[in-house]
């Protein structure tokens, strides 16, 4: 669901029934069937609830029935300013080592290019030039936003397909193989939509 970015809490209500043996959860978390959720907005951009409905009547089945359900949430986001998010590559020290650059830098300048203007989307202000000593070497991409909204990002590798984006969880080590020549990768951080 999309909603103006001004909304600041919304009220979600899900009916999973009243019949003997069902049950119903929000995020794993047991409920009655039929129950409020509201989830304050005012420091994300998007929220996803899981609804968990849960059957059972051993009358018709030997089994509960589970069904799942996601609703996802997000504010529509007209623009960001470049100082709300900030983002750190490394690798993990027995795998190498990373450091922060300015995109002037010879070794990145080449392929640091400037981002298509569309909303939402900054030029970054540093580069990361990394120098892994394993082909397997765990990466760790590091992320937040000072307005306390929920940013996501993708390691993408420079003039290939979508296959080779890698979605890097914050702060958690992700493996990623590496070839002899030199490979070059955008870190893109999003912030709402």
């Known amino acids: ?37 509201t989830i304050d907005l005012t420091h994300k951009y ?4 899981e609804v968990t409905c849960n059957y059972y009547d051993k009358r ?4 509960q029935v589970e069904r799942s359900y996601f ?3 997000s504010k529509h986001i007209a623009s960001k300013s ?10 993990l020290p027995e795998f190498g080592s990373c450091k922060q650059v300015p995109p002037t830098n010879p070794d990145v300048r080449d392929h640091h290019f400037k981002v298509t203007e569309k909303v939402g989307e900054l030029v970054a202000k540093s580069a990361f030039l990394c120098r892994a ?18 940013p996501k990002a993708t390691l993408v590798k420079v003039g290939s397909e979508a296959e080779d ?18 490979q070059f ?3 893109d951080v999003v912030a709402g939509d």
């Open 1 to 37: 669901y999309d909603i103006s970015a001004a909304v600041k809490t919304v009220t979600v209500r899900v009916d999973c029934g009243k019949e003997v043996g069902m049950s119903q959860q929000y995020n794993g978390e047991p409920v009655p069937s039929g129950a409020s959720r």
């Open 46 to 49: 998007e929220y996803r609830l």
């Open 60 to 63: 018709w089945k030997d089994q």
């Open 71 to 73: 609703l996802d949430i």
């Open 82 to 91: 470049a100082d709300v998010i900030s983002a750190e590559l490394m690798l």
């Open 133 to 150: 000593d394993r082909t397997n070497s765990l990466f760790v991409a590091t992320y937040s936003s000072t307005d306390g909204a929920e």
């Open 165 to 182: 984006r890698i979605p890097m969880a914050n702060a958690i080590p992700k493996e990623i193989t590496m070839t002899p020549d030199r």
């Open 185 to 187: 990768y955008t870190l």
